[in-house]
């Protein structure tokens, strides 16, 4: 009886240690996990954010267009590199500086971007750029 007693004993102590152990793995795991969806919570806040400011600035832009500016943006008779030179060519100096704080916010998030990209999404942005080179080389042989 003693004995029967005894493994009991030894069984109950071995499945509590056993069972304590992983738990505390288990937190471990929970915690880096949700500290995971914390910064993809932070990273996807931070892209609304950045979408929403992208978005005033073409709001803004937009409703700085003369009526001389829409008629060429919607004239149908002229070539899509006729309208972009026309069309740059009678910007108003808010129309180029709103242009320029644009531009520069661009490279900031682009920046901003390619930091907090991992090891993995680097290389593929780089091999990515590669193709789009050999791809846009190529087509320019073919014309």
């Known amino acids: 009886?003693?004995?029967?007693?005894a493994k009991i004993a030894v069984s109950t102590l071995a499945l509590v240690l056993i069972t304590g152990i992983s738990f505390a793995q288990d937190t471990g795991t929970g915690s880096k996990t949700r500290k995971q969806e914390e910064n993809v919570v932070k990273e996807q806040n931070t892209v609304m954010e950045q979408n929403q400011v992208n978005q005033q600035y073409q709001e803004r832009f937009r409703a700085s267009l003369t009526q001389e500016q829409?008629?060429?943006l919607e004239n149908k008779e002229m070539t899509q590199n006729q309208k972009k030179k026309q069309f740059k060519a009678c910007f108003t100096e808010e129309q180029k500086t709103m242009l320029r704080e644009n531009q520069e916010l661009r490279k900031q998030q682009k920046n901003m971007f390619r930091n907090s990209a991992s090891?993995?999404?680097k290389q593929e942005m780089k091999q990515n750029g590669e193709n789009t080179r050999t791809q846009a080389g190529k087509q320019g042989q073919g014309k």
């Open 1 to 5: 009886m003693k004995n029967v007693l």
């Open 70 to 72: 829409i008629g060429i």
């Open 119 to 121: 090891e993995g999404q």
